[in-house]
């Protein structure tokens, strides 16, 4: 039924924002915003001293987008690698 909705209905939105947060969470929950000196609470769109880090971590999610594309990483792999540290994550 989403795949049917315009990015005006309320539905789509809701999902779309749903999934931008979960997104959110899977970079924190990878170290990525620690390793990019971004803090929880800063505005990466009016903080213009995090414009080089969102550009920086901007530029690493490209290049990770470049590499599966072309195939250099299986999504297997990168699934098992996932899976092992958000099962580590919950046996801590």
């Known amino acids: 039924m989403l795949s049917q909705t315009t990015p005006n209905n ?32 800063d505005n990466l769109q009016t903080d213009l001293e995090k414009k080089d880090q969102v550009f920086a971590l901007l530029g690493g999610l490209l290049e990770l987008n470049d590499m599966m594309t072309q195939g250099e990483y299986p999504l297997a792999l990168l699934s098992q690698k996932g899976a092992k540290s958000f099962h580590a994550d919950k046996e801590k």
């Not at 924002?17 to 000196?37: A, H, P, V």
């Open 10 to 41: 309320t539905p789509y939105r809701k999902a779309r924002t749903r999934t931008l947060i979960q997104l959110g969470g899977l970079i924190e929950k990878s170290g990525l915003l620690e390793n990019f000196d971004i803090v929880i609470g």
